[in-house]
């Protein structure tokens, strides 16, 4: 129904809770072909994984103010180390020393300054670790852990 005046802008919120996997498939189909027509679109929702795969712009609103405003792109220039490890103390350590936040049992860093320094500890103590890009749910933890 809210395509039917053709709108310049479009507002979405939570557009796909209880939708099933082929159609939420579709949904975003349909959603693509607006933005290659020149829509805006704008979608709220819990599902980051979901906001990561298909959108191009992430603004995260706390307490009223943006307190971050990305584009996938910039967000993908930026990367993340996960460190995880069932050893509470040697995560404390390693946070202590290099900042990071600890949730569950992983430690996310985002400063590699040191990151020689961090390769050698988890070689030497066998701890498992991932290097990759940062997603949404990365920024929004970092957002979460600073409110």
Same mark, same amino acid.
């Given at each position: 129904?809210?395509?039917?005046?053709?709108?310049?802008?479009?507002?979405?919120?939570?557009?796909?809770?209880?939708?099933?996997?082929?159609?939420?498939?579709?949904?975003? /189909?349909? @959603?693509?072909?607006?933005?290659? #027509?020149?829509?805006? %679109?704008? &979608?709220?929702?819990?599902?980051?994984? $979901?906001?990561?795969?298909?959108?191009?712009?992430?603004?995260?609103?706390?307490?009223?103010?943006?307190? /971050?405003? @990305?584009?996938?792109?910039?967000? #993908?220039?930026?990367? %993340?180390? &996960?460190?995880?490890?069932?050893?509470? $103390?040697?995560?404390?350590?390693?946070?202590?020393?290099?900042?990071?936040?600890?949730?569950?049992?992983?430690?996310?860093?985002?400063?590699?300054?040191?990151?020689?320094?961090?390769?050698?500890?988890?070689?030497?103590?066998?701890?498992?670790?991932?290097?990759?890009?940062?997603?949404?749910?990365?920024?929004?933890?970092?957002?979460?852990?600073?409110?």
């Amino acid at each position: 129904m809210s395509l039917v005046s053709n709108p310049q802008i479009l507002f979405l919120d939570e557009p796909t809770v209880g939708m099933d996997t082929e159609f939420r498939m579709e949904f975003w /189909k349909i @959603i693509n072909e607006l933005r290659a #027509n020149h829509k805006t %679109i704008f &979608v709220t929702s819990h599902n980051l994984d $979901e906001l990561n795969d298909y959108c191009n712009r992430f603004i995260f609103i706390h307490n009223g103010l943006i307190v /971050k405003n @990305i584009t996938k792109d910039e967000l #993908n220039g930026e990367k %993340i180390l &996960v460190v995880v490890n069932e050893n509470q $103390e040697s995560l404390n350590h390693i946070q202590a020393t290099y900042g990071g936040n600890i949730i569950e049992n992983k430690l996310y860093l985002t400063e590699m300054e040191r990151h020689q320094e961090l390769m050698e500890i988890f070689e030497e103590e066998k701890m498992d670790y991932e290097y990759r890009f940062k997603e949404v749910k990365d920024l929004y933890r970092e957002i979460n852990m600073i409110s």
